[in-house]
């Protein structure tokens, strides 16, 4: 009887764990570690997964014109933007998956130079925590807090993500402008 008992146990632990870890990757979270590990190897295809880069950027284009009201009563500044908007995202698109492959390639480099890698201080940990902040059916609100160095204050990013399929995509940033007037870019 306490073999049948202590079967039963391990049987339901590893049901369990493994509806834990089936949760697990079809959460935002998960898809958030995804698109770092591919944004870390330089993986720019499998980043494009995880992270939609138009759509990020068509948002925050939208979201400063939105801002301007001189642009927004202006109905000539107002076509040539939408004019333009398309060749300029994806152009800005190209540049930002160019510039993650050559960071990923001068980090390789780096790391192969004998002095960075005998130099624990230029390793620091970049990102502090990730939590979920809100989660409905189809999106959620995901807070990704960087770490400042002793002088600067720890930057959170939140970022909207979709659900399609089965994984999540960012497809927003949520506090933009937070974001780029923070001091936490001064020094990189």
């Known amino acids: 009887m306490k073999k049948i008992f202590g079967v ?5 632990i590893v049901i369990i764990a493994s509806l834990g870890y089936r949760s697990y990757k079809h959460s935002p979270l998960y898809s958030l570690k995804q ?6 190897t330089g993986n720019t295809e499998t980043a494009k997964k995880y992270i939609d880069f138009s759509k990020i950027i068509n948002g925050i284009f939208e979201e400063q014109i939105a801002k301007d009201e001189e642009i927004k009563n202006n109905p000539f500044a107002v076509g040539m933007i939408e ?8 152009a800005i698109q190209t540049a930002l998956l160019n510039a993650i492959e050559e960071g990923v390639k001068r980090a390789k480099e780096e790391t192969n130079n004998t002095q960075s890698a005998q130099n ?26 960087f770490s400042g160095n002793e002088n600067k204050k720890d930057m ?14 960012a497809v927003k940033i949520m506090n933009f402008d937070e974001v780029k007037d923070a001091d936490f870019w001064d020094e990189m």
């Open 83 to 90: 004019m333009f908007k398309g060749p300029m995202v994806a």
């Open 156 to 169: 959170p990013l939140i970022v909207g993500m979709q659900k399609i399929d089965n994984y999540w995509q």
């Open 120 to 145: 624990p201080q230029s390793r620091n940990k970049l990102i502090k925590k990730v939590k979920v902040l809100t989660k409905k059916k189809d999106f959620a609100t995901v807070q990704i807090v």
């Open 8 to 12: 039963s146990a391990v049987i339901l």
């Open 35 to 40: 698109a770092a590990i591919a944004l870390k």
